[in-house]
């Protein structure tokens, strides 16, 4: 693990002294370690207060959750980035942050980002501090930052504070690496016979062995009704025993319509949990993140621009027509916060 500089070096020197007495120095750590958990799945990971990771992102956080300053869910604009370990560090981590802590019974009303701040937050955590390179799936990252335990799984964040002090800040070390080889699971490896979820707290077999990682289910069909299919719905996959919760994205290829795909598919996403209640224990929740579809009609997964794209083939599909316009015309003007609103 190679020696980072630390998030506090942005502050004075007198500021880092004391950061560095009440927390103890900033070292490395493997995804493998920081996600361990105990017998009820909660975890066994407490020290240090600031940990630094490094993995390969895995999706575009703005086709996982909106975004969107003052978006009108409890907590506003999200953004969430997942991290995967490489070699023999076989696991992952989500990056998280939201706009509104404030709605938090625990914090004051006006720790809330305003719109301008958290415009100005996504632009951070969206670009390198020192080149402004834009992060990208498939590129290699160090992440330095505190953390807390949500649903089952330790997330790299901001303690739901927008002090400064508590910033977490990522920086590239590669770019285009690309993306990790997906690992060929089958339901037989996540659900007992039972169809209930296997939960094995060393990690060695079941759900928590691939949490946080790119995974691939072949050969399965819905089992819920394709009609619900829709942006930040989820659906449920079956092999035609067992079945698998599938949450879908809100990628732009995501919407009414969009599903073509086959009566037997493929799934290519994350490995993800949140526990049902929050309350332990931990060993429920596991589902598969899908941010996004490219359209190919066989493996709901998104492979991002590929080669031999038409000019104006907006959508993917190897035609340029009506559908691309209409896609064209329903986002003009539009930017995305934190990329498209930074100079």
Partial sequence: MRTRRSKVSKV????????FSLTGIVTGETHWNFQAVDQDGYTTYFTPDVVTLEGIVLNSPEE?????????VFMGGQWQMYVQGEGNDHAGTALWMGQNYGNLPWVPPDGSYTNQEWVAELCRLNHDPDNGYLFTPGDRICVTGYYSFYKGKNNINEGHSKDPDYDFTIELLEPGVGLPQPELVTLDDLKDGSNEFIFDQDRFTGCEYHQGRLIRLNNVQWDSDPNTWDADATLEITDGTKTFPVKLGIGSGIYPGSNNLAETFDVVGIMDQENDSGDPPFNNGYRIWVTNYDGNGLVLRDRGYRRGNLPGDINGDGRVNLHDFAMITADWLLTVPGIGDCN
């Fill in 12 to 19: 004075g020197t007198g500021a880092m002294i004391l950061f």
């Fill in 64 to 72: 996982m959750l909106d975004p969107t300053p003052g978006a009108p």
